[in-house]
């Protein structure tokens, strides 16, 4: 069955960097594009980027553009979120979710991870 | 970007209830429209896809449809394990953009 597990959150400074992994399995990792989606204490859901299935493309929400890169490794199974300069505001649980459909990007997720808790405080 | 507006933001239902929940886009969208549930402490999970189309495994009292800019979930007959709250996403441009929210909680 598909499984995500995701890694790396705690808490960090403001302006400081951290890096969030997503190891996959269950699946065939190389097929699927791949998005991470964020969620404020007690808020909403955000999107935050997608990385195309081949890691040849990505899309950022505005409010992380500049600041986190998202990129894969395909032979690891593996997806990453480096986050930079980061902010109060970006305190959330993160997840990784899978593109609802292999080989092609229609922008739905159909699995998620647990999330990784990432605060962003002094 | 797109705004997504659910409504109601919460109701009160009892179980048996058919319940409705919409959400509007601030342009017209097809059907690049997705649902899902998310209980307090764990991650989302899809109910329904581009619009109306049922996600493996999710119970068929759960229907959605629309499109354009006009969206409906619909409960049929709301059970114990369906108190959680709802998100519609669009799935039509980037930057994806959920609805605001829905919760559900019992009467």
């Known amino acids: 069955q598909v499984q995500l597990v995701e890694s790396g959150g705690g808490v960090v400074q403001p302006g400081r960097s951290l890096r969030l992994s997503c190891v996959a399995s269950g699946f065939i990792f190389s097929s699927y594009g791949m998005h991470w989606v964020r969620q404020a204490p007690g808020k909403g859901l955000e999107w935050v980027a997608v990385?195309?299935?081949?890691?040849?493309?990505?899309y950022y929400a505005d409010s992380v553009k500049g600041r986190f890169t998202i990129s894969r490794d395909n032979s690891q199974n593996t997806l990453y979120l480096q986050m930079n300069s980061l902010r109060a505001e970006d305190t959330a649980v993160y997840y990784c979710a899978r593109e609802g459909t292999a080989s092609t990007i229609l922008y739905y997720f159909d699995s998620w991870g647990q999330g990784t808790q990432v605060t962003v405080s002094s | 970007d797109i705004q997504m507006t659910q409504s109601p933001s919460s109701l009160s239902a009892s179980v048996g209830d058919r319940v409705t929940i919409t959400c509007r886009a601030s342009?017209?969208?097809?059907?690049?429209l997705n649902w899902y549930q998310q209980k307090p402490g764990k991650a989302p999970k899809l109910l329904i896809y581009v619009a109306s189309i049922l996600q493996s495994g999710v119970p068929s009292r759960f229907r959605g449809s629309g499109s354009a800019t006009d969206f409906t979930l619909t409960i049929s007959s709301l059970q114990p394990e369906d108190f959680a709250t709802y998100y519609c996403q669009q799935s039509y441009t980037s930057p994806l953009t959920f609805g605001g929210g829905t919760k559900v909680d019992i009467k």
């Open positions: 342009q017209a969208i097809s059907t690049s």
């Open positions: 990385i195309w299935y081949d890691g040849n493309t990505e």
